[in-house]
Nanobody, 115 residues
Framework: QVQLVESGGGLVQAGGSLRLSCAAS????????MGWYRQVPGKNRELVAD???????KYADSVKGRFTISRDNAKYTVYLQMNSLKADDTAVYYC?????????WGQGTQVTVSS
């Protein structure tokens, strides 16, 4: 079974930046999709951003222009650079890998933005 280890969460002031990292223990598939989701109490888990091995990206409208997702295929690692953070970005962020309908999840890392 693949393991996903997240790092980089924490507490920042509004307008600040954080960079999340998620390293997988192995590759799922050369054409898998890696991404980040987030969830707050009382809300459904939502996609923040994802990226294919070829570099095709998708972003939630709420983070476009502020967040950047990237990946290092050789290291089985996905990153999320978060700039201009807002209080509404406060959530637990989960790393995700999926391929052919199979999902693997990280343990979640808390991001708190103070206003």
């Amino acid at each position: 079974q693949v393991q996903l280890v997240e790092s980089g969460g924490g507490l920042v002031q509004a307008g600040g930046s954080l960079r999340l990292s998620c390293a997988a223990s192995r590759s799922i598939n050369s054409r898998d999709v890696m991404g980040w989701y987030r969830q707050v109490p009382g809300k459904n888990r939502e996609l923040v951003a994802d990226i294919t091995t070829g570099g095709i990206t998708k972003y939630a409208d709420s983070v476009k222009g502020r967040f950047t997702i990237s990946r290092d295929n050789a290291k089985y690692t996905v990153y999320l650079q978060m700039n201009s953070l807002k209080a509404d970005d406060t959530a637990v962020y989960y790393c995700n890998i999926r391929f052919l309908g199979v999902n693997f999840w990280g343990q979640g890392t808390q991001v708190t933005v103070s206003s």
